[in-house]
């Protein structure tokens, strides 16, 4: 592995000539209380352990990597920083850190850290990585919170050769990350809903048909009941309308509204279908505040747009859903769903994004993910008026699912 560079850091493999500060930096006080396993007591044990270290058994697939924080100021090593497989994890990606005493309270372990994330996810292609620390390991914490990591549980695991208890985290692949110093803070700027899509409709098609995308909307479309009958179908947020011919191929004579925020997604989707202008009525609104018409729609279906909003905003669109449905009719949704870990990442991603601005953002307002958990969104669905609603399928590579629900 090349070595990165951050401001005040290189961090690079381990050399031989590191070992005398590698073993000095294990048995400062706080370093060695935090991490007995990984105390050497004199210089040939961190010879050894630099050795081994540097062998093939890291030439493997899964990313196994620890590296020496040197100091620019001092070139000295100051301590290391790593990602590797934990087994009492299951073999999720763990973080690893530490930092020589002396150098505490520097920010140094947040910046190795971040530059270790940024190699795990855009350059080693994780998706994911967790952290574990014990709870009395305040310091630790602050920079695992500091990265971006959400706390998850306390587990008891083997530590040691005894019983520990550690805190547990995780911290998701939600943006890319454009270098070694990233900062969540300027990741993103809050972007009205409209002008996200006005501006990135002409890609739009080919970013949503990329990865599983194709098969997630073959999917959607299969949801709906093969008939020749004349149904009339509401599709809110329906963008460039990319489901619409995977509809038209099950109910061939089905009449689609289609309501988007967005006047250059619905003329591309105007485009996309000039044959079928007869089958299509175009409504350039938010969904949000349209006026639903009473017991009109066979069926309404949302794709990949609900998961903008918050859970009482989303129950409030499923309220108006609900009696624009005619009674024997459902509304089928395909969307952006998570775990509950992703869920608090998300979450707190989001007042990052909001926390500058003027006032309050309005539901729907903002182009900003908010997903929520399947159980979440069946139960907001319950809680809307639904009388049944059941999941028909995994999508978007098992972060999504699209659900059907019946009055």
């Keep these: 592995m090349e070595r990165i560079e951050t401001k005040r850091l290189i961090l690079r493999p381990f050399v031989e000539s590191d070992a005398a500060d590698a073993s000095y930096n294990s048995k ?56 590797a497989p934990k087994r009492e994890l299951g073999g999720e990606i763990e973080i690893l850190f530490s930092i020589a005493d002396a150098y505490q309270g520097c920010g140094y372990a947040t910046e190795a850290g971040k530059a270790m994330i940024w190699w795990a996810f855009e350059q080693a292609g994780q998706e994911v990585v967790s952290a574990i620390v014990k709870p009395e390991n305040k310091a630790s914490r602050r920079v695992i919170e500091k990265l971006g990591f959400v706390y998850g549980d306390t587990r008891i695991l083997p530590y040691n050769g005894a019983d520990c208890a550690f805190d547990y985290f995780r911290l998701y692949h939600t943006d890319d990350l454009p270098n070694p110093e990233w900062d969540m803070h300027t990741l993103n700027e809050p972007e009205p809903m409209g002008a996200f899509f006005d501006v990135r409709s002409d890609g739009y098609n080919d970013k949503m048909l990329s990865g599983s995308g194709l098969e997630d909307y073959m999917k959607l479309g299969a949801c709906f009941p093969k008939t020749d009958k004349v149904l009339n179908i509401l599709d809110i947020g329906c963008g460039t309308g990319i489901e619409l011919d995977y509809i038209w191929a099950q109910v061939p004579n089905a009449h689609i509204t289609c309501v988007d925020v967005s006047r250059s997604m619905l003329e591309l989707l105007l485009n996309d279908h000039p044959d079928r202008h007869d089958k299509i009525t175009i409504i350039e609104t938010s969904y949000l505040d349209w006026t639903y018409p009473q017991s009109a729609f066979d069926i309404v279906v949302s794709n990949m747009t609900m998961h903008h909003l918050w859970p009482d905003e989303k129950t409030g669109v499923y309220r108006k859903l609900r009696e624009t449905i005619k009674p024997d009719g459902c509304y089928i949704e395909g969307d952006f769903m998570v775990d509950a870990h992703m869920v608090k990442q998300y979450r707190q991603r989001y007042e990052i994004i909001t926390a500058n601005l003027p006032d309050k953002a309005a539901p729907g307002e903002y182009h900003i993910d908010i997903p929520c958990t399947i159980e979440t969104q069946m139960e907001l669905l319950r809680n809307a008026g639904f009388g049944f609603v059941e999941v028909l399928c995994e999508i978007n590579r098992g972060n999504g699912a699209i659900l059907q629900a019946k009055k």
């Design 28 to 83: 400062t006080p706080i370093v060695s209380h935090f991490m007995p396993d990984m105390v050497w007591e004199s210089e040939e044990a961190a010879l050894d352990w630099i050795r081994w270290l540097n062998n093939d058994r890291f030439s493997i697939d899964i990313p196994c990597v620890v590296l020496a924080i040197e100091s620019k100021h001092s070139g000295k090593c100051i301590g290391l920083v790593g990602v």
